[in-house]
């Protein structure tokens, strides 16, 4: 009886190994997956929201990323030299400005709106100057042949457009509309006209392709944006 009981305990210890072989295994197989940096650009609330919930799903998927903070076009020139593994997020409109080979999120992480700002003192001009971050790829398209003035990010802009210094201003909705609550924006702008309604999408170098089918798929499962879809709405 003895014996029996002997057997069963290395029997019960072996297997036990081998699950434990088997976890460590996994996690080092996920950490070789794991991409280690993103550029995210520096342009204030949904930028800074979007990152956080970026970093907790990597944690939630055995990853440690470090987000590196870049104007515009920056994070575009980084990847591109492959000096951070990919983007935090991107509008699809950037995909031929990538000049090595990436994957983008099967699952999209949300839509933003973004609309021309105007003073309220100003809502019937016309030809007004508008101000826009450099380096957003659709903001720079829609001020061509416009007058315009640019700025570094979000912060800028609207310390410009409470200065006086523009009237007008291109932005997200969701980051203007806080703004507005945190009384960064005065007078309040008014919402003149939606510019842009499109989804988000996480972009990496194509060498992360099993990491990005396990991202999207948590995507699918856990929809991490909802609260951040509730501010915008």
Not at 97 to 117: A, G, P, Q
């Amino acid at each position: 009886m003895l014996l029996v009981d002997r057997k069963t305990l290395f029997m019960l210890g072996f297997l036990l190994s081998v699950i434990l072989i088997e976890a460590k295994l996994a996690r080092a197989q996920f950490a070789v997956d794991c991409p280690a940096t993103l550029a995210t650009v520096n342009n204030g609330f949904l930028s800074d929201t979007v990152g956080e919930r970026i970093k907790e799903i990597y944690k939630d998927l055995n990853c440690r990323v470090m987000l590196v903070q870049v104007p515009g076009r920056r994070g575009i020139a980084l990847f591109n030299i492959g000096q951070v593994n990919g983007e935090v997020m991107r509008l699809d409109k950037v995909e031929p400005l990538y000049s090595r080979n990436f994957v983008r999120s099967k699952v999209k992480l949300l839509d933003v709106h973004s609309s021309l700002w105007v003073h309220p003192d100003m809502i019937h001009s016309t030809e007004i100057p508008v101000g826009y971050t450099f380096g957003v790829i659709w903001q720079e398209k829609y001020v061509e042949g416009r007058r315009a003035r640019k700025f570094n990010d979000n912060t800028e802009l609207f310390s410009a457009y409470s200065s006086g210094e523009i009237k007008s201003l291109l932005a997200a909705d969701i980051t203007v509309g806080r703004a507005i609550r945190n009384e960064q924006l005065k007078p309040a702008p008014i919402k003149l006209k939606l510019l842009l309604s499109a989804p988000l999408y996480h972009y990496l170098g194509s060498e992360f392709s099993p990491f990005m089918i396990r991202f999207s798929d948590y995507l699918e499962k856990n929809e991490p944006f909802t609260e951040i879809l509730k501010l915008q709405n």
